[in-house]
């Protein structure tokens, strides 16, 4: 086994052990770390891998997380189903919305998502009837069969560690060189005969597909959904947890929610000025260390076939 | 069908409403245009604007045109900081990614709305209007607050001298320049990294006098700079990018809409305004009179 292998193994013995310490804190912000990650590698998808920025992907989270929770409790529908429809619609949001966005590049690109994700959460602001607007919308309950913190816990860990499976066997796929190859230079790899923005839709709607996910989870897991998440501080959130556990690494983002969950549960509990903390963190980051922890490590301990 | 007066006083304090935005639209856009940054401060600045209003116009009790002086230095102060922040810290990551200009301005988003917190607490500002201004006008049979007609007169006269400058004048061709190609305006002698720093003191000096003018008329609150951004930001995308006249035409189509709109929909001018922008940037996602352009 490759060292990368044993430190995943150990990784997922020491998740799987938390409940044990039967400390709700630690089985509540396991989850927590656990969803954001998920949603954080899914962005990473298209920042790290594909090199688009989105500035709006809150909008997949959010619409996963509205999706699951209204099924559940307005239309009655079970768990599995609500959950699965949460991905479906996430996708096909993802779909329609990147056909519009990946016309444009860069900058561009970035505002037209943040437009976009603007867009979805005035409607989900102003439908009161249907989201409860900003009222949120409330008495979510757990499922059935995981109706306690610790198997909802191990719900989300198997959901999550079956995503990022899934994932990274995307981003080692052929396809998923295309999509660095898109990344490292656009230009060239239409040249070699590649439908550059078919491939940049498809990365789009996978990376929709599974931030939907993470968003159905979040919304069982608060019992509750507030417009708040689909809100663009939501979005550069993602960002910055992505960017600090480092865009170049597969598990960088899970490091980088995992950080930002923690620091902010201790900060937040001392001082009411974490937005200033945050700020200047992210730009200390962003200035000396632009590839994030992952990144920072990996520099200073290079180990040869280090997977980037 | 509501009354023709109240309509067309309606549709007056959207054409306030449009002044301001463009005050602080023309500011990002120009930032834009220009340095190619797109800059979630802006809403900050504007913010700053009108809190330094605040202090100043307490700081100058009894001053004659209080106001106004105080609007002068609270904008030249929000400008001086814009033009510090691009020297030292945003000159430094033009080389980088966009993901890093814009995330910078996004930790400038949090640092300054919590210093705000901090000097000025959560409370709720407003400041008077200046005295020649509190008056108000008869337009049909209903009152019309004079200082908010100033404003109307304001900004075209601020959108004109800024088209001048941009078109008639050495610096404003030197501007225009560095939008197009910034290396060869450096090769020809231009000392372009100056010039960055001049293009962002005057963006910043547009959203800390829209805030100052602001002021006035809305309560200063925590939060008015992340509302702010939004609309600023919708202007632009439904004018055009970098477009000079695109953004005086989005400031008069969203305040329009908004102004009229609630008349309309009442619960649903919010999502209104959303839906055409959505609309824009499906046919034309380069703005009503922004140019396609690949970067």
Known sequence: MSKEKWILSVFILLLLCIPLTESRFYVFLGTDILIFGLFAVSLNLLLGYTGLVSFGHATYFGIGAYTCALL?????????????????????????????CIRL?????????????QIVWAMAFKWNSLTGGDNGFVGVPFPQFLDSNVLFYYFTLGIVAGSLFL??????????????????NPERTEFIGIHVKLFQLVAFMISGFFAAIAGGLFGIFNHSVF???????????????????????????????????????????????????????????????????IGFLQARFARPGVNR | ????????????????????????????????????????????????????????????????GQFWWAVLFASLTVAALGAAIERFFLRHLYAREELYQLLFTYALVLILADFAKVIWGTGQFSVSRPALLKGAVPILDQYFPTYNL????????????????????????????????????????????????????????????????????????????????????????????????GTFLGSLIVGQVYALGILVFPRHSLAFIYVLMALVLIIRPWGLLGRPLQR
């Open chain 1, 105 to 117: 590049t860069k900058v561009y690109f970035a505002m037209l998502t943040l437009a976009f994700s």
């Open chain 2, 150 to 245: 100033v404003i109307i007169f304001l900004g075209p006269c601020i959108a004109f001298t800024f088209w001048f400058t941009l078109l008639r004048t050495r610096w404003g061709r030197k501007i225009r320049a560095a939008a197009l190609d910034r290396e060869m305006l450096s090769s020809l002698g231009v000392h372009v990294n100056r010039l960055f720093t001049v293009v962002f003191f005057i963006g910043a000096w547009l959203a800390g006098l829209g805030g100052g003018l602001v002021s006035p008329v809305s309560a200063i609150v925590p939060g008015m700079d992340v509302e702010v951004i939004i609309n600023a930001f919708i202007v632009v995308v439904i004018g055009g990018l970098g477009s000079f006249w």
């Open chain 1, 167 to 184: 994932l990274r066997k995307v981003v080692n796929s052929p396809f998923g060189r295309i999509l660095t190859t898109i990344r490292e």
């Open chain 1, 72 to 100: 559940m409790k307005k239309a009655s529908v079970p768990f599995p189903l609500a959950f699965a429809a949460a991905g479906a619609l996430g996708a096909i949001s993802a779909l329609i919305i990147g056909f519009f």
């Open chain 2, 1 to 64: 069908m509501p009354d023709p007066s109240f309509l067309l006083l309606q549709s007056l304090n959207g054409l306030t409403y449009a002044m301001f935005l463009f005050l602080i639209a023309s500011g990002l856009s120009l930032i834009f245009g220009i340095l190619g940054i797109l800059n979630f401060a802006h809403g900050s600045l504007y913010m700053l604007g009108a809190y330094f209003t605040h202090q100043f116009v307490s700081l100058f009790v009894d001053a004659p």
């Open chain 1, 227 to 293: 417009p708040d998440i689909l809100f663009w501080p939501a979005s550069a959130e993602v960002l910055i947890m992505t960017l600090l556990g480092g865009i170049y690494s597969f598990f960088g983002p899970v490091v980088g929610a995992a950080v930002l969950l923690f620091v902010r549960m201790q900060v937040t509990s001392y001082t009411e000025h974490w937005p200033v903390i945050l700020g200047f963190t992210l730009a200390f980051l962003l200035f000396f260390f632009p590839g994030g922890i």
